[in-house]
């Protein structure tokens, strides 16, 4: 049987969490590499993830995996696969083909097309079933049935669905005889709700698997209300110092003070309701747990608004046996999370003192628009609107520190990368900031 595969372009799309901004000295290819293996490149076309939209701005901004690039559309660019340019909001991190133009030095999207694979799975001769979160519990819940995580092993390890195993897609022709011999075995894949499952899909159908079926939501949907499992490994990175957390023993204080995972901040299951107030404001705070009654204890927190709630599938003892990082004595109680900022960003802290005159050597740049500005400026800010920044370059200081910000850094972010493909260092800020009529303003941290 002729074995049929999607565009393994779609492949990268999961890992977008791992994509960080380069300065670009000279000009790259705007195709994401994994792309390059069924498409070629064309003048005029990007194939990559949707970053993010600015309908302000009338920009979007496409993830390479090697570097960001903005494009500007206007009412003439042909939208596909997607209602309108509000829609495409729904589809961050999902594939996308860009067709366009060079126009005045700035490129403009002629058109704008989304990857819309799940399309395909719905009927011709591999059909999958695309699974509810009620229909994905049920499938779970059979005892033949296995569970695919076909994510990049970093995500993987980090928080998977309880039970699921790391089937990744881009290496799955290396794995593939790991998969269940009989091959009416019910399978369903997950990835983070994009292309990667039914790449998969496809090719175990044309391998004679009959029961077959995705998860549609993906893992980012699982986490919205349900916990995940971490892993040993990830929690060593986390420990070392790599990977910011929160790690939580929920033992009783007389088992932690003989011996606890190196970092743990002691929070007894019994008091943990009466602890809640001392959980990180952040929602998305990776917040690990071990201990007893620890799946208890992650539904608790999970009901507190947290996204992002795992347990450690392993008691302090194994953690022990492997010579893993351990610490004697009393733990700390008091719960202290630093988000890692995104490249390219700047403080809270240090834009106060930019906007406060502390630093003399900084230039703020407000990319909002003429009529935002109007209705409140903070003092000493430069007004270079984000989708004119490509083009008053020059009007930019030379040997200053350049600070970006808008009200939610979106188009700050933008701006700092079309300044980044043109050679001008800069930073943005990457928070809600709200500008009052006086200059006055409140800024709020994502």
């Given at each position: 049987?002729?074995?049929?595969?999607?565009?393994?372009?779609?492949?990268?799309?999961?890992?977008?969490?791992?994509?960080?901004?380069?300065?670009?000295?000279?000009?790259?290819?705007?195709?994401?590499?994994?792309?390059?293996?069924?498409?070629?490149?064309?003048?005029?076309?990007?194939?990559?993830?949707?970053?993010?939209?600015?309908?302000?701005?009338?920009?979007?901004?496409?993830?390479?995996?090697?570097?960001?690039?903005?494009?500007?559309?206007?009412?003439?660019?042909?939208?596909?696969?997607?209602?309108?340019?509000?829609?495409?909001?729904?589809?961050?991190?999902?594939?996308?083909?860009?067709?366009?133009?060079?126009?005045?030095?700035?490129?403009?999207?002629?058109?704008?097309?989304?990857?819309?694979?799940?399309?395909?799975?719905?009927?011709?001769?591999?059909?999958?079933?695309?699974?509810?979160?009620?229909?994905?519990?049920?499938?779970?819940?059979?005892?033949?049935?296995?569970?695919?995580?076909?994510?990049?092993?970093?995500?993987?390890?980090?928080?998977?669905?309880?039970?699921?195993?790391?089937?990744?897609?881009?290496?799955?022709?290396?794995?593939?005889?790991?998969?269940?011999?009989?091959?009416?075995?019910?399978?369903?894949?997950?990835?983070?709700?994009?292309?990667?499952?039914?790449?998969?899909?496809?090719t175990m159908k044309s391998m004679g698997y009959d029961s077959v079926a995705?998860?549609?939501?993906?893992?980012?949907?699982?986490?919205?209300?349900?916990?995940?499992?971490?892993?040993?490994?990830?929690?060593?990175?986390?420990?070392?110092?790599?990977?910011?957390?929160?790690?939580?023993?929920?033992?009783?204080?007389?088992?932690?003070?003989?011996?606890?995972?190196?970092?743990?901040?002691?929070?007894?299951?019994?008091?943990?309701?009466?602890?809640?107030?001392?959980?990180?404001?952040?929602?998305?705070?990776?917040?690990?747990?071990?201990?007893?009654?620890?799946?208890?204890?992650?539904?608790?927190?999970?009901?507190?608004?947290?996204?992002?709630?795992?347990?450690?599938?392993?008691?302090?003892?194994?953690?022990?046996?492997?010579?893993?990082?351990?610490?004697?004595?009393?733990?700390?109680?008091?719960?202290?999370?630093?988000?890692?900022?995104?490249?390219?960003?700047?403080?809270?802290?240090?834009?106060?003192?930019?906007?406060?005159?502390?630093?003399?050597?900084?230039?703020?740049?407000?990319?909002?628009?003429?009529?935002?500005?109007?209705?409140?400026?903070?003092?000493?800010?430069?007004?270079?609107?984000?989708?004119?920044?490509?083009?008053?370059?020059?009007?930019?200081?030379?040997?200053?520190?350049?600070?970006?910000?808008?009200?939610?850094?979106?188009?700050?972010?933008?701006?700092?990368?079309?300044?980044?493909?043109?050679?001008?260092?800069?930073?943005?800020?990457?928070?809600?900031?709200?500008?009052?009529?006086?200059?006055?303003?409140?800024?709020?941290?994502?």
């Amino acid at each position: 049987m002729m074995k049929k595969r999607m565009c393994s372009c779609v492949m990268a799309a999961a890992l977008l969490f791992t994509a960080s901004v380069t300065c670009a000295a000279e000009p790259k290819e705007p195709m994401a590499k994994l792309c390059g293996t069924c498409h070629q490149a064309e003048p005029g076309v990007m194939m990559g993830f949707l970053d993010n939209i600015s309908l302000r701005a009338g920009s979007v901004q496409m993830d390479f995996l090697s570097h960001k690039e903005v494009v500007k559309f206007d009412d003439h660019t042909v939208l596909k696969n997607v209602l309108s340019f509000e829609d495409i909001r729904n589809y961050t991190n999902k594939g996308f083909a860009v067709h366009f133009v060079e126009k005045d030095g700035e490129k403009l999207a002629s058109s704008i097309t989304r990857f819309d694979v799940l399309k395909t799975i719905e009927s011709g001769e591999y059909k999958v079933e695309k699974l509810t979160r009620e229909q994905f519990n049920e499938w779970r819940q059979g005892p033949n049935t296995v569970v695919y995580d076909v994510r990049p092993p970093m995500l993987y390890q980090a928080s998977h669905i309880p039970g699921a195993k790391s089937l990744p897609a881009p290496a799955f022709d290396k794995l593939k005889d790991t998969l269940p011999r009989d091959r009416a075995t019910p399978i369903v894949l997950y990835d983070v709700g994009g292309c990667l499952s039914p790449t998969v899909a496809f090719t175990m159908k044309s391998m004679g698997y009959d029961s077959v079926a995705i998860f549609t939501e993906g893992f980012p949907g699982w986490a919205r209300t349900d916990f995940g499992v971490t892993t040993v490994d990830w929690l060593k990175q986390a420990v070392a110092g790599d990977l910011p957390h929160v790690l939580i023993d929920l033992r009783d204080k007389a088992e932690v003070g003989s011996g606890h995972i190196k970092g743990a901040v002691s929070v007894p299951v019994a008091s943990l309701e009466r602890n809640r107030d001392t959980f990180p404001e952040q929602k998305n705070a990776p917040i690990v747990l071990y201990g007893p009654d620890r799946e208890k204890a992650a539904e608790t927190i999970l009901s507190w608004g947290y996204r992002d709630v795992r347990i450690l599938p392993v008691t302090f003892e194994q953690w022990q046996s492997e010579g893993n990082p351990v610490a004697i004595g009393k733990a700390t109680e008091t719960i202290s999370y630093v988000p890692k900022p995104k490249p390219g960003t700047v403080s809270i802290a240090e834009f106060q003192q930019a906007a406060g005159g502390v630093r003399p050597d900084t230039v703020l740049i407000d990319v909002r628009n003429p009529e935002e500005v109007a209705k409140g400026k903070i003092s000493g800010s430069v007004n270079i609107p984000a989708d004119l920044i490509g083009r008053r370059v020059d009007e930019i200081p030379a040997g200053k520190d350049i600070i970006l910000f808008c009200p939610s850094g979106v188009r700050s972010e933008m701006a700092y990368n079309i300044l980044d493909q043109k050679g001008v260092r800069s930073r943005y800020l990457d928070a809600f900031i709200t500008i009052a009529e006086n200059g006055g303003y409140e800024l709020r941290e994502k």
